[in-house]
């Protein structure tokens, strides 16, 4: 497992952050950045590339890409423009080893089309989500401290918005104590400062199906993670991570409270996002 998880922290493309908005960028940036890699690679020397990180790659790539003679750069750009249409891109290289694929094998959900070998060796030791669109195909485990606690109980107090569609609260609390941070970590060997974080579910039937879920997303080590906090700025502390969670009662949704009719919702979409649903 944490052979998966030192693979997993240093693959650029499907990198864990802490933040949610950039990592969404990076993954743009780095499905184009494959795209240009998918035009230029049979012009480059490809044993030395797979060493190469993306964004290394990337420029490259354009400053060859402009050396590249007319005719090539022609044919290029009549290739691409299939690539660009938002119909997921058909190809016959493989985005893995950036080569033509061997024994092709085409991902089910996604059509996605790469060599039975390095797709194969990506699912079991990257994470089992194609490395093009992202569409997962397994479930995905994160770097959660595995010390942690997730305790449940139950109040009566209803929620706004759920005064009459609830028999009352669902409390959770989760907790961990200070550790040292992992091979799977932003900075491992250095400590970090554990938390203590409540956060409330109607009690009805949607909110135990979203209890459900966040269980699953906990033993997956998906709820939180270590990095730098959004909110505080500190380093090495463990932060959620994508998951939103309603950790006040009250105050609506500008306050991380109740009322909030959406809430259940989105924060379904957001696990389903990480595989589990
Ligand atoms: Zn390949
Ligand atoms: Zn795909």
């Not at 985005?95 to 990506?122: G, M, R, V």
């Not at 079991?124 to 997962?136: D, H, L, M």
């Not at 040292?180 to 491992?188: F, V, Y």
């Not at 959004?230 to 991380?256: A, C, L, P, Q, S």
């Amino acid at each position: 497992m944490s052979d998966q998880r030192r693979t997993s922290s240093r693959t650029c493309v499907t990198k864990k952050t802490s933040l949610p908005t950039v990592t969404q960028n990076v993954r743009k940036t780095a499905n184009k950045s494959r795209k240009i890699n998918h035009q230029t690679s049979s012009d480059t020397n490809s044993a030395t590339r797979r060493h190469e990180s993306p964004d290394i790659q990337n420029s490259t790539k354009r400053t060859r890409l402009d050396s590249v003679n007319s005719n090539k750069l022609n044919h290029k750009k009549q290739k691409d423009v299939s690539y660009n249409d938002d119909t997921d891109d058909k190809i016959d290289r493989c985005a893995i080893c950036l080569d033509d694929c061997t024994e092709p094998k085409q991902l089910d959900k996604c059509t996605h089309i790469f060599c039975t070998a390095c797709i194969d060796q990506y699912f079991e030791t990257v994470k089992p989500q194609c490395p093009c669109c992202f569409t997962i195909y397994g479930e995905i485990r994160g770097n959660q401290p595995l010390n942690g606690t997730m305790t449940i109980d139950t109040s009566k107090h209803r929620l706004p918005g759920f005064e009459h569609d609830s028999r009352g609260t669902i409390r959770i609390v989760y907790h961990f104590p200070n550790g040292i941070q992992d091979e799977s970590h932003p900075n491992p060997g250095t400590p970090y400062h554990g938390t203590t974080r409540t956060a409330y579910l109607p009690e009805n039937r949607e909110g135990r199906h979203v209890l459900s879920l966040l269980q699953k997303a906990f033993e997956l080590q998906q709820i939180f993670t270590v990095g730098q906090s959004r909110t505080t700025g500190y380093d090495n502390v463990i932060t959620w991570n994508d998951i939103h969670h309603k950790t006040n009662v009250n105050g609506g949704m500008e306050n991380f409270g109740y009322p909030d009719k959406t809430y259940l919702n989105r924060v379904k979409q957001e696990l389903a996002a990480k595989g589990i649903k």
